[in-house]
């Protein structure tokens, strides 16, 4: 906004910025919405600041008197900038606020909505940027502000039309974090890190929304991208996490709970923790040869892993600790040469 329009009304500029509580975010969206329009005076943004006050109350809504005092005017800016957004571009303005509060990848965008054409995608972008409603980080790299993302939640998460998006970001991020291997170079952990918290995302936030093919794969590959670093403290919650959202949807007798049983087994086994990893390794033992038959490759891992675990048991002379289960106290004498 040019400094002689500044000073042409310098009277109403100086009672905006305290109506907005001289908030950065709060005036740079609200400069950007007169930028955009040259004919619009400071006295008509008063008024439709004035118009949007009660939607901006509905997004502080569980917001403290001190809080709600201090986010107001972002609000009313948001709402504002709000209004000027064509359908197409509040709609990717709600899938942006899916993602976790970190920088976005715009690859991982275009994957949520492939069915947009990518110059149609990119023009969506531009007005976001355009209302200052999302900031470039770097070459293809974007992230909203955190408030911003905060109002776009309230306002649009909830709505039962928002869930086809939801469930789009779902499916996207768990196909991205198939890329999380057992094993990490240092160049895959550089390269993974800024996926790992949108994945998070997935599995905590938006879980309902991941298919049942899906619903444990985001928590597990987080589980999968600590621990292949050696961060098993890191890593036991996402593999918690998997092995409950797996029993929660899929039951206690399903593949993927085995083999969530079995990835929890081996951190166990990595921290010593034998007496715990035990239970897991014979249930899982017992679904998969189920579900799956003795001749399956899934069964086949599980029982190695059992094996391994007693070998470790075994070589740390705490034998005494493993339970009398048959199954366990057979493959022990095996092990022992008996």
């Known amino acids: 906004m040019g400094v002689d ?36 005076t400071l006295v008509e943004v008063q008024a439709e600041l004035d118009e949007m006050r009660t939607y901006a109350y509905a997004l502080l809504k569980d917001e403290s008197a001190a809080t709600m005092t201090a986010k107001l005017g ?53 007005k976001l940027l355009q209302n200052s ?21 309230v306002r ?15 499916k ?11 094993t990490q170079t240092q160049d895959d952990i550089l390269r993974l890190t800024p996926l790992i918290p949108h994945i998070e995302e997935a599995a905590t936030t938006w879980q309902r929304f991941l298919t049942d093919k899906d619903v444990i794969k985001p928590a597990n590959r987080v589980g999968m991208f600590y621990y292949s670093q050696g961060a098993f403290r890191q890593a036991e919650p996402w593999w918690e996490m998997a092995l409950q959202s797996g029993r929660d949807r899929l039951g206690n007798d399903h593949p993927s709970v085995a083999t969530s049983m079995d990835n929890l087994a081996l951190l166990y086994q990595s921290q010593g923790r034998y007496g715990e990893a035990e239970p897991l390794c014979l249930t899982a033992t ?42 366990t106290q057979a493959l022990l004498r095996q092990l022992q040469g008996q």
């Open 5 to 40: 329009r500044i000073n042409a009304q310098l009277v109403d500029a100086t009672a905006l910025c305290a109506r907005l509580g001289y908030l950065p975010l709060a005036l740079e969206l609200v400069g950007r919405y007169l930028e955009l329009d040259e004919d619009l």
């Open 74 to 126: 972002v609000a009313e800016a948001f709402e504002l900038s709000l209004r000027r957004l064509d359908d197409a571009s509040q709609t990717l303005a709600t899938l942006l606020c899916l993602f976790a509060a970190t920088p976005i990848a715009w690859e991982w965008v275009q994957a949520c909505l492939a069915d947009v054409p990518t110059p149609t995608l990119r023009q969506q972008r531009n």
């Open 133 to 153: 409603l999302l900031q470039r980080v770097d070459q293809d790299i974007y992230q909203l502000h955190p408030l911003i993302q905060e109002f776009l939640r």
């Open 156 to 170: 649009f998460a909830a709505l039962d039309s928002t869930a086809p998006l939801q469930q789009s970001y779902c």
């Open 172 to 182: 996207a991020i768990a196909q991205a974090a198939n890329q999380i291997g057992q």
């Open 286 to 327: 017992a679904i998969v040869y189920k579900r799956l038959g003795e001749n399956h490759p899934n069964t086949q891992t599980t029982a190695d892993n059992f094996v391994g675990i007693l070998q470790a048991v075994v070589a740390a002379g705490q034998t005494s600790i493993l339970s009398d289960h048959p199954i």
